[in-house]
């Protein structure tokens, strides 16, 4: 019973939802300022994540006559609560040094699942503009999969086989070369997982005027937005523990802190200073110098392993 | 200059396949993204491109709203006084026409910066986006005090430059220009020279020359096309002729070979103002000579809207205007810009219509979308211009 309840207290309020959303919050207001800095303007308060938030969820729910309501209304829903299961297996694992066996193979499909929410929320809004998003984001998704795993094997392969969190994060696995390719290959397939430009295809406001989100509304849309927020401490977060050797305990958190700081900074300038590309570029650019930056690495690791050649 | 009145009406004519050739018909298969394309006519297309913020008509920002308005009436007006002075035959002073090409100059780097920043948006590099409004912005500001008026379109009068030129103006704008200069290197690392903009715009979105001459594309459109033509060579009432510059041409005709078509031209008009700002302190002693007469003629100018066409109106009675029509012409930075003109000496005054390159750009989109994939479009209609 004791177990259950201290489970529940780390599954709503820390390391799970409540203290994600909080620094999600936190990393969505630093994205808009930082943005806004480059772009010479003042830039949102504080609390305005939370005033969009709040103000979503006060607005009416509108469900388009072509839609298919129940996965409509579930999609969202169901890639919230994936991000917040995954909050809880990255926030034990880094703040209370706590983890199971091959957790780091739930966290991959977990983190996967917000995507597959937005496919499937836009494929069923009924909205051409929405369908071509979702699929758009069903190519992006196929397209940096594929170098984001081989980056992981990498890891894994350097971890003595560990599938591991614990293991993983116990030292920085961009101690080695391998490592440092598979750090970059990652921080580019975050950049597309979170869906941020040079990325942003499937929701493109230019074009698709947010893609599959386009019909969404009211609570569901607050839900979807609440989910990048989550992403945008848990990817961060990811590849800290898995590269940078995790948070950290005790002073280390204040470096820990800078680590996730350098992150954001990172995806956001990358964000501010690129276009978008196209699908067909994005998939092109994945599948062949990501995935075989990824694959070299991959290598790299394989023989340092065999030959035990740890700065390979 | 006067062109045959019937060629006239069929250029200005913007409703779909105006001033195109049949042979460009529709394809019979479209895809859905097609369909979301050709769907559209010219005017859903300036809604669908004023929602997406590429069309500076901004709703939340009156301040830039302001500027749009002034620069767009500012230059609906200036070739429009232009052909009212050929219609009234009046002949301005040396510096008079050094100040009013040095104008159009800043109006059309103005116009380079708003396509500039409707491109950006496009491609959505908005740090891009909106450096360059705030750029146009500038560059406008900068102009209003150099011609001492609130309002840009108030120093475009018949007959040339009521004011006194002193050295102040001069040097102020002189290095507000060099530090726009110096700052250009932004817009080229960010933009024209950007990899992931040469990876979507090399060899893309390509018009050759028979097509942008058939749909009557012009300006950046048909000099990336290789077509070396640009009306600024015979203006009336501009030094053009006298100061030194030179038309970027380029041969692919892709929507890179348009970008850099349009960067090339900002720096060349910095050139050309430049040199233009040399000879003004020389000529411009006396106030007297920047105009042919001792004060502006007392005029009226009207301008309005008429669905998405913008019909203008001028009226004076101290000014004599022989009946006729006129065709008159200026490149700006979106290509050719055309004043049809018609005098109406009984009651003093001479009524216009006006022809914007962005409504070819427009027309011409039915024929060149089909076939290409949503984002490409958008390329297109980035490198096209909606000037």
């Known amino acids: 019973m004791e177990n259950w309840l201290l489970w529940s207290v780390y599954l709503l309020i820390f390391p799970g939802i409540g203290f994600a959303m909080v620094v999600g919050i936190l990393a969505s ?33 509108v469900i388009p006559v072509s839609a298919q309501p129940g996965v409509f209304l579930l999609a969202p829903l169901v890639g919230f609560v994936a991000a917040a299961l995954s909050a809880v297996i990255l926030g034990v694992n880094n703040f209370l040094g706590q983890s199971f066996l091959a957790d780091l193979i739930v966290l991959v499909y977990l983190l996967l699942i917000p995507s597959l929410a937005i496919i499937v929320g836009g494929s069923a809004s009924g ?28 890891v894994i392969i350097n971890a003595g086989f560990s599938l591991d969190l614990a293991v993983i994060s116990a030292e920085p696995q961009i101690s080695s070369i391998s490592g440092v390719l598979a750090f970059i290959v990652s921080l580019i ?21 947010e893609g599959p989100l386009l019909e969404y509304s009211g609570l569901p849309l607050a839900i979807f937005k609440a989910t990048h927020m989550l992403l945008l401490y848990l990817l961060p977060l990811y590849l800290i523990t898995i590269f940078l050797g995790g948070i950290g305990t005790g002073y280390g958190i204040i470096w820990g802190g800078l680590k996730y700081l350098l992150i954001i900074v990172l995806i956001i300038l990358i964000k501010n200073t690129n276009p978008r590309l196209r699908i067909d570029q994005a998939v092109v650019f994945f599948w062949t110098w990501m995935t075989a930056l990824a694959g070299l690495a991959v290598l790299l690791a394989g023989v340092g392993n065999i030959y035990g050649i740890g700065w390979l | 200059m006067v062109a045959d009145s019937r060629e006239i009406k069929t250029y200005l004519h913007l409703l779909p396949a105006g001033c195109c050739s049949t042979k460009f018909a529709p394809a019979v298969e479209l895809t859905l993204e097609e369909n979301l394309i050709t769907g559209c006519t010219p005017v859903t297309w300036i809604d669908y491109l004023t929602d ?50 040095l104008f159009i100059e800043l109006l ?83 933009f024209f020279h950007n990899y992931i903009v040469g990876l979507r715009a090399h060899k893309k979105a ?32 501009s030094v053009y002729d006298q100061v030194d510059f030179r038309i970027p041409v380029a041969q692919r005709g892709d929507a890179l070979e348009r970008f850099n078509v349009r960067f090339e031209e900002i720096k ?24 042919v007469f001792n004060r502006p003629p007392a005029a009226r100018f009207d301008d309005f809207l008429k669905g998405y066409q913008r019909f203008l109106k001028f009226s004076s009675e101290e000014l004599e205007f022989p009946g006729g029509e006129l065709y008159y012409s200026l490149e700006m930075g979106g290509g050719e810009y055309g004043w049809y003109l018609l005098s109406n000496p009984q009651k003093s005054s001479i009524d216009c219509q006006y022809r914007t390159p962005g409504a070819a750009n427009l027309q011409s989109m039915r024929y060149l979308a089909p076939g290409k994939r949503l984002a490409e479009f958008h390329l297109l209609f980035a490198s096209l211009g909606v000037d």
């Not at chain 1, 480059?38 to 607005?59: A, M, N, S």
């Not at chain 2, 709703?59 to 002034?70: G, P, R, T």
């Not at chain 2, 006194?164 to 080229?188: H, M, V, W």
């Open chain 1, 29 to 61: 207001w630093v994205d808009r300022k930082v943005t806004a800095r480059i772009q010479f303007r003042v830039g949102p308060p504080l609390l305005q994540p939370v005033y969009d938030l709040v103000k979503l969820v006060g607005k009416e729910v």
């Open chain 1, 127 to 154: 909205n051409p503009h929405s369908s071509i998003g979702a699929s758009r984001e069903m190519k992006l998704v196929m397209a940096y999969e594929l170098p984001l795993i081989l980056a992981i094997v990498t």
């Open chain 1, 189 to 209: 397939c975050i950049q597309a997982k979170l869906a941020e430009v040079p990325f942003d295809i499937p929701e493109a406001e230019t074009e698709l005027m």
């Open chain 2, 52 to 101: 997406r913020g590429a069309v500076f008509l901004e709703k939340n920002n009156e301040v830039s709203q302001q500027f749009y308005l002034a620069y767009q009436r500012a230059l609906c007006k200036t070739g429009f006084i232009l052909g009212v002075e050929v219609i009234a035959q009046i002949n301005l002073p040396l510096i008079a026409k050094i100040l009013r090409t």
């Open chain 2, 108 to 190: 059309r780097m103005v116009g380079q910066f708003y396509w500039l920043s409707s491109a950006a948006r496009l491609l959505e590099i908005e740090t891009v986006a909106l450096a360059a409004r705030r750029e146009a912005e500038t560059i406008h500001s900068a102009a209003n005090n150099f011609f001492q008026v609130d309002q840009l379109s108030k120093a475009v009068q018949p007959g040339g430059f009521y004011m006194l030129f002193e050295k102040r103006q001069i040097i102020e704008l002189a290095s507000r220009l060099e530090e726009l200069k110096r700052g250009l290197s932004y817009y080229k690392n960010r």
């Open chain 2, 206 to 237: 390509i018009i050759s020359i028979e097509t942008a001459l058939d749909m009557g594309l012009t300006g950046p459109v048909l000099k990336a096309a290789g077509v070396d033509r640009d009306l600024r060579r015979g203006v009336s009432g």
């Open chain 2, 268 to 291: 060349q008009s910095l050139q050309i103002i430049e040199q233009l700002l040399e000879e003004v302190p020389a000529q411009s002693n006396n106030s007297r000579e920047t105009a």
